[in-house]
Nanobody, 112 residues
Framework: QVQLVESGGGLVQPGGSLRLSCAASGSTFSISVVGWYRQAPGKQREMVAIITSGGSTNYASAVKGRFTISRDNAKKTVYLQMNSLKPEDTAIYYC??????WGQGTQVTVSS
């Protein structure tokens, strides 16, 4: 059974930065695609960034150039570095280990 635990969320002012972490249990992390998704109030969950086992990445257009996804297979951890944050980035951020394992989410609030 895979477990994912996110951390690093919080309240930040517009233009600020946060780094999210997602620690995974289980033995399949290094060969799995992992990603970050987010869900704002009243909206559907959407993909933010994905990284393959080989390190290839894909970003939503809304975050490209501001967010960076990375992974450390030895630590079974995936990161999301978020810079130049905007109020519209406010959401619960979820980690996903494909195909269908989700974390519990961490709240990110961007507000002055």
């Amino acid at each position: 059974q895979v477990q994912l635990v996110e951390s690093g969320g919080g309240l930040v002012q517009p233009g600020g930065s946060l780094r999210l972490s997602c620690a995974a249990s289980g033995s399949t992390f290094s060969i799995s695609v992992v990603g970050w998704y987010r869900q704002a109030p009243g909206k559907q969950r959407e993909m933010v960034a994905i990284i393959t086992s080989g390190g290839s990445t894909n970003y939503a257009s809304a975050v490209k150039g501001r967010f960076t996804i990375s992974r450390d297979n030895a630590k079974k951890t995936v990161y999301l570095q978020m810079n130049s944050l905007k109020p519209e980035d406010t959401a619960i951020y979820y980690c996903k280990l494909f195909p269908s394992n989700w974390g519990q989410g961490t709240q990110v609030t961007v507000s002055s």
